[in-house]
């Protein structure tokens, strides 16, 4: 079977699961309440009710020795169901980068990292050494650069395969983000690489570019990325690092970006995107992962509670209150719901109607079987994540780039961790 082939028989595999579970992923838990929990089976809150709250926490974050435990969880419609998931995203998660890490951070070009850009940075380093030793370009465009950390390592760390320095240039539309680079760079030493503050959906790159050139992006946001990706085609672009994030940023019709998949489409979605953009899966045992857990399930509780009055008073429709700050979930409910209700003009609600309310039993009980339905849906990110992957992949191939698509960190540090290489 052709690499196109594979990758098309991917996309069919994952888009053909996703489907049967539309209604589940494709809005809030939320959004249609209380048709909700018409569309979620009966089973699904009533098979994670008995879970304790770490056991829910384990589940959430795919915690491995929970996964790989006994527990009866698993023997239920409900365990199953998400072992089937786990179970496709293996068989379909782009290989590890084979690294031989032979490169190390000098401690000077430690400074200013914070440890997860650090782990990232230095995951990258055989990689982006691979690339550019491949590669005759004399420039490098770091798009969506922010501070520079990149275009920095790059501009100090790796030639081209004829042994030329590569002339860097970090580009961001945030000119904070670049002099705040620029201030902590300068104190400490000789900077290599240019700034240019630029939006790149309006940079023509070409009209700046002495040569042929390469663009890296590490995290590059919504539709960024797709920007990347098409600088290839018709451009001097010659090959593109890409690894991109936050997928809620993209325009809908960049989901579908592939001729294959406008073929053979999923009907995406803003919460769609948002799910695979939140995918994560963390490492066991972290206290503060547990503390996030807790924090996710208070807002969740308070927001839904909200909601249920929403609804009582006929705005069924109203889809965002907009956020307040974490210590407002830890205040009594009634002092939360009083300052969002007063914004839709809703004046008959008293402290202690909203407290009774709230702590009745069987609000109680229907927000726990929100909670558990979205703790479900929550386990289809990591899918629908990878079929945007496999969608960028089938639209390089398309083009007839060269493709190589790959695992670059462990997720469980950086969960965006999808590394692509183009070249023409
Ligand atoms: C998630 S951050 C990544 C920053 C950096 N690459 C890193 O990994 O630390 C994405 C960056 O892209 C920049 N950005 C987003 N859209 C852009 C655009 N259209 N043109 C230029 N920069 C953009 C943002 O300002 C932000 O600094």
Redesign the pocket.
């Known amino acids: 079977m052709s690499k196109k082939e594979i990758i098309k028989k991917g996309y069919l595999d994952i888009k053909n699961f996703l489907m049967s579970y539309q209604k589940i992923w494709e809005k809030e838990v939320i959004d249609s309440y209380p048709q909700a929990f018409l569309e979620y089976p009966n089973e699904w809150p009533r098979d994670l009710e008995n879970l304790s709250f770490d056991d829910l926490e384990k589940l959430d974050s795919r915690c491995q020795e929970f996964f790989l435990g006994t527990h009866s969880f698993f023997q239920s419609s409900t365990g199953k169901l998400i072992k089937q998931i786990e179970d496709l995203e293996k068989k379909w998660a782009p290989p590890h980068y084979n690294h031989q890490n032979n490169l190390e951070l000098k401690m000077a070009d430690m400074l200013f990292l914070k440890p997860k850009?650090k782990y990232?940075i230095e995951q990258l380093l055989t990689p982006l050494q691979d690339f550019f030793s491949d590669l005759e370009v004399t420039s490098a465009y770091?798009?969506?650069?922010?501070?520079g950390?990149?275009s920095r390592i790059i501009s100090e760390y790796f030639k081209t395969g004829k042994n030329q320095t590569i002339k860097v240039t970090s580009?961001?539309?945030?000119s904070d983000?670049q002099k705040s680079g620029e201030k902590k760079w300068k104190k400490f030493k000789k900077v290599n690489f240019n700034y240019l503050n630029?939006?790149?959906?309006t940079?023509d790159i070409d009209a700046i570019a002495e040569h042929n050139y390469a663009t890296v992006?590490?995290?590059?946001?919504?539709?960024?990325a797709i920007?990347q990706m098409r600088l290839m085609k018709n451009s001097k672009a010659m090959a593109c690092f890409n690894v991109p994030?936050?997928y809620q940023h993209l325009k809908i019709e960049s989901a579908n970006l592939s001729r294959f998949a406008k073929e053979n489409p999923l009907p995406w979605t803003i919460n769609a995107l948002t799910l695979a953009a939140k995918a994560h899966y963390r490492e066991a045992d972290n206290p503060k992962h547990k503390k996030s857990f807790q924090d996710k399930w208070q807002v969740k509780n308070y927001r839904y509670a909200l909601q249920m009055i929403l609804c009582k008073h006929h705005l069924n429709h109203i889809s965002t209150v907009g956020e307040a700050p974490m210590k407002d979930y830890y205040q009594p409910f009634a002092d939360y719901a009083l300052a969002k209700l007063k914004q839709f003009k809703i004046t008959n609600e008293t402290h202690r109607s909203l407290e009774i309310f709230y702590s009745s039993e069987a609000t109680q009980s229907r927000l726990k079987e929100l909670f558990l339905c979205n703790i479900i849906r929550w386990q289809f990110g990591r899918l629908l994540e990878l079929l945007i992957i496999y969608d960028r992949h089938l639209w390089a191939l398309e083009q007839n780039f060269k493709v190589d698509c790959f695992s670059v960190f462990n997720e469980r540090i950086s969960p965006r961790n999808t590394a692509f290489i183009l070249k023409k």
């Open positions: 850009k990232e770091d798009l969506g650069g922010g501070v950390h990149l580009i961001d539309i945030n983000f630029a939006d790149l959906n940079l992006g590490l995290h590059t946001c919504g539709e960024l920007s994030c936050c």
